[in-house]
């Protein structure tokens, strides 16, 4: 008789109605995306990249046509600027391309350490931590900090970017919004859970519609209910503030008013990539439990002598954002003559208000016609029945350029101003 154990017959593979017990089937996640999207479509929502053959300021060409831009957020115009280039590219000479490897295990360089001291000691803070973008930035920094504290709440603005709402429920804390840039709501959402941990995140300029939170309210608020307060100023960086420190530095908030700090290099500093800005402790912090830094490769170090020459530039530049600001009031004074349902901002983003998704989008189409390229923003990034056009402005454009934008407008016949 033989020693050998018997194999186990071969299992057949399991039939849909085998799977998950007698007579069960599970849903084909592939076919239910399907659906999701040609719903979407059918609502005159889907979203579709569009490939940009190259850009020349704020020109761009695609598909053979030459379109003036407005709906970058180069707000400086240093996306081209010579010295980010020749940063760029004296580094990648030195160093190559890619960072190679996480910056824990052998990919934080030289550049990614002077980028972070010259950040930290722009917006007052006493350091910095880099993350490859700002969804990440925000993703790490809220599970870092809320992550596995029991009956932790996050309050946010309801206006607020989806990478804030996306960090608080990866950390798993109970998101409670409040209605856009009202200290009050979000006063009764602190004060509903009086003894939870709380974290109190705000964007400092809301990317859609363009306006500043109240943000001095927000620190008083944060400091009388002991929650810790977090801004995002990925749209205020640059543009806001002493020389361009951001819309914290405007507010005349210190370090200890908002401890947590978040920015983008891809906005105003025209590169790619994020920060975290804050106390030693919380950047500490960071790095042993924020998991896109830990686990994410670094920037590639010329990027970051790139960015280094733009924090450099947009410093010392106040010419570029009084530039900006003369654009900014040219076009508003228009288009309040012109009547139409411009939102209320100060900043480079400036909404037209339009309602309708299809009316957005014909908006744009015909904006093209006549050679701009300003992009309609449809729900779901907006909430329903507030889609717009969404206008930016740049130091890159010239007073021509808006008035140029300006004439197109007053041809499509928009809803007058409510």
Sequence with gaps: MSNQKAKAPLTPPLSPGDAGGEGAQRADLLARLDVRTSERAQASLLRRARTMDHADGPWLEIDGHRLLGFCSNDYLGLAQHPQLIAAFKR?????????????????????????????????????????????????????????????????????????????????????????????????????????????????GVFSMDGDVAPLRELAALARSEGATLMVDDAHGLGVLGEH??????????????????????????????????????????????????????????????????????????DARRAKLAVLIARFRRGAGELGLPLMRSDTPIQPLLLGDADAALTAALRLETQGLLVTAIRPPTVPTGQARLRIT??????????????????????????
């Design 91 to 203: 580094v990648a000479d030195d160093e190559g391309v890619g960072s190679t490897a996480a910056h824990l295990v052998c990919g934080h360089r030289r550049e990614h350490a002077m980028l972070e001291e010259a950040l930290a000691e722009w917006t007052g803070r006493e350091r910095a931590m880099l993350f490859s973008t700002g969804y990440a930035a925000n993703l790490g920094a809220l599970q870092a900090l809320l992550g596995g504290v029991e009956g932790a709440i996050c309050v946010q603005d309801k206006l607020n970017h989806a990478c804030l709402i996306d960090g608080a429920r990866l950390a798993g804390a109970e998101l409670k919004r409040y209605p856009h840039a009202d200290v009050d709501g979000a006063a009764r959402q602190l004060r509903s859970r009086p003894q939870a941990p709380a974290m109190l995140a705000t964007d």
């Design 244 to 317: 361009g420190a951001g819309s914290v530095a405007a507010a005349g908030l210190s370090a200890h008013e908002v401890p947590v700090l978040m920015a983008t290099l891809g906005k105003a500093l025209g590169c790619a990539g994020a920060f975290v800005a804050g106390s030693a402790a919380l950047i500490e912090g960071l790095t042993q439990f924020a998991r896109p830094y830990v686990y994410s490769t670094a920037l590639p170090p010329a990027l970051a002598a790139a960015a280094l020459a733009a924090v450099q530039i947009a410093r010392a530049d």
């Design 393 to 418: 402005l740049s130091a890159a454009h010239e007073e021509e350029h808006v008035d140029r934008l300006l004439d197109a407008l007053a041809t499509l016949r928009l809803p007058a101003a409510g």
